[in-house]
């Protein structure tokens, strides 16, 4: 008798097994593609008269966008940015700089482009590390190492400040963050619209100490997987798991934070579900 009903039971946990294996795949083969996107985010302050649109891009890590970056730098053309904005590890330690070079060869002279460091220019040996910086100034790059530029984009006067990823003392153990983070900020004091760029979310209460209007930063890759509607992303460097900042906008007092769900597509055994690697497009208006 416990033989003739066993084997019905059997063979219903292999249909239902099969039926919820057949169901994930179908979920997950979607999460899996990893297509370019453009998020889009604006910005209204009463002291912006002209609406100055920033093309935010970070952490590419040398990774490939199609012959010579065509389909990134055809996206940023796309958008007609006033400025390119970018927050470190375009770049990468453990790879060539072939990818990054074609991207900067294809902006250069197009934009004003500015640069701030990341984590992995500094894991790089010191020759390396200058090489990199050395090509982003061939390419008419600005890096902004604890220094404020300002720039007129469409009729507007704005700061534009960056500090080096903390991770500096790795090549040169006389930069401070923190000395930067203040010296950008007494720069700035002058009324405009402020813009920080820093490689690090997981720092925003300490970026809302000074008087930044806007933040950008980019290293938590969007927490890499995400589940749409119910989790912004799953793990992120400096930020463990389910992280406070993954990607998209924050606010607290009068600082907005937007963060970079980055570039990197290039990570074959850790790849990105749910979570596409982004260009950000900004308008202040």
Request: charged share 20%; with cysteine.
């Amino acid at each position: 008798m416990s033989k003739g009903y066993t084997a019905p039971r059997k063979k219903k946990k292999i249909i239902v097994f099969s039926v919820v294996l057949a169901v994930a795949a179908l979920l997950l083969i979607p999460g899996l593609y990893n297509g370019l996107c453009i998020q889009k985010y604006q910005i209204e302050d009463e002291r912006i008269n002209n609406t100055v649109r920033i093309a935010h891009i970070s952490d590419l890590h040398s990774c490939k966008y199609g012959r010579q970056q065509e389909n990134l730098i055809k996206a940023i053309d796309s958008q007609t940015p006033d400025v390119i904005l970018m927050t470190g590890d375009m770049f990468d330690d453990g790879s060539n700089d072939e990818n990054t070079e074609f991207f900067l060869q294809g902006i250069y002279e197009k934009y004003p482009c500015y640069y701030v460091t990341g984590n992995h220019e500094f894991y790089s040996e010191k020759e390396q590390f200058y090489e990199k910086m050395s090509m982003l100034e061939q390419y008419g790059v600005t890096i902004l190492s604890g220094e404020t530029n300002f720039i007129t984009l469409n009729g507007e006067t704005i700061n534009i400040c960056g500090v080096d990823d903390p991770y500096s003392y790795r090549i040169d153990n006389t930069i401070d963050f923190n000395a930067q983070l203040h010296s950008t900020s007494e720069q700035s004091d002058n009324g405009n619209f402020t813009i920080l760029l820093s490689h690090r979310p997981e720092l925003f209460e300490i970026y809302t100490e000074y008087d930044f209007d806007l933040v950008l930063c980019g290293h938590a890759h969007g927490g890499q997987w995400r589940i749409p509607w119910i989790l912004n992303g799953l793990y992120a460097p400096n930020q463990g798991f389910f992280p406070e900042y993954a990607g998209g906008l924050y606010e607290k007092n009068d600082t907005t934070m937007i963060v970079s769900r980055g570039l990197s597509n290039c990570v074959p055994f850790f790849p990105r579900i749910y979570n596409r690697p982004e260009l950000c497009i900004i308008d202040i208006k």
